[in-house]
C-alpha cells in the first residue's frame, strides 16, 4: 500500500479553513470549474462547491500524464437487448492494433461512471486508444476492451434493473462468444467513480472468472444513510448495500491482483480507505494528492491500464 506522509486524518471530521469556506460556495459557480465529474457530487450533496475551491487552492492540481498511443484498431458499436436490465443496451468492443473481430484475446472490462455510458466511459480518450496505449515506451500486451451502458444505480441490482447480472450473464457470455476473454483468455475488469465500485463489486461477485481489478477513484460510502442522504438511487434498500458493500466482501478478492487509486481530497476518500484497510495483503493502493475529477481519473487511467495488462498476459 503506498501513499503520502498526509494521508492519516484526511477524512477527520475537523473544520479547516477551506471546509469553512467549502459551504459558502454556490453550486452553480462549482459547476463552471468541477464539470461533468463536480456535477455528480454536487447535485447529490457531497460538500457543496468543494471541487471549486479545491481547484483554486491547488488540491485538484495533478500533472497530465504524457500519453502515447500506437496506431488504433478496429472498433465497433452496437446494441442488445438486455433482459437483465429490462431495456436495450449500448456497447463498444474495440480491438488492439494488429488485432481484429474473431480474434480470441483477454479482454477488459471497463464500467463508466454516474451519469455515463458506453461512449464516454474513459476520460480523454476511447476505448481502441485505451487498447493502443504505450507504456514505458512500448505498447501494452494486446487485450480487448468493452464497455457498456450501465444506468445510475451504481452496478448494483435494484427492481427492474439488474446492471450486474447483465454484465455477468449477458455482456461476458457476448464477449467469450466472440473469442475475448474465453479461457484461457482472462478478464480484468476497470472502472471510475460509480464504475470503479462497480469494477470490484463484480470481482467480488465473480471471483471465479475476473482474473484482476483496477478501481479508479471508486465511489465508497461506508454506511447505507450515508450512501442514501448523498444519492437515494444509489441502493435499493438497506440490504441492498449490506449485500453490496464492496468494503464488507472485500476478502472475496483474495486471489485478485488489485488496484485502487484515490486522491486525498476524493470526497469518497473515507470510503477508500476503509476498502483499503479490508483489501487482502498485496493489494496495490495507491493514495495521493488530487480530487475527484477528470484531470485525476486521467492521470490514473494509464497505470491502471497497465497493471491490468500485466495480469491478463501473465
Known sequence: MTGGPNARGRDGAGWTRRR?????LAPAAALAVAG?????????????????????????????????FSPPGPSSSRTFYSAARRR??????????G??????????????GYGGNHADALVGMSPAQAVALQVDGGPLPP????????????????????????LAGELIPLCRRLGLGRPPRRIGMLGISMG?????????????FIAAAAAISPAIWTSYAQAAAANPGAYASAAAFAANDAVTHARALARIPVRVASGYDDPFY???????RALPAGAVVDLTKGCHTGAFFAAQQPPSLAFLARHLAS
Open 88 to 97: 436495450t443496451v449500448g456497447y463498444t468492443i474495440a480491438y488492439p492494433p
Open 196 to 208: 470503479g465500485y462497480g469494477a470490484l463489486l463484480l470481482a467480488e461477485k465473480y471471483p471465479h
Open 20 to 24: 469553512v469556506l467549502t459551504l459558502a
Open 270 to 276: 473515507p470510503g477508500v480507505q476503509a476498502l483499503a
Open 99 to 112: 488485432h481484429r473481430a474473431g480474434d480470441e484475446l483477454p479482454l477488459v472490462v471497463m464500467l463508466h
Open 36 to 68: 461533468a465529474t463536480g456535477f455528480e457530487l454536487i447535485s447529490r450533496g457531497i460538500l457543496p462547491g468543494k471541487a471549486m475551491l479545491e481547484t483554486l487552492d491547488g488540491a485538484c492540481s495533478v500533472p497530465g500524464p504524457a500519453v502515447r
Open 143 to 166: 487485450m480487448a476492451m468493452v464497455t457498456v451502458d450501465g444506468g445510475g444505480g451504481y452496478w448494483n441490482p435494484h427492481p427492474g434493473d439488474d446492471p450486474m447480472a447483465m
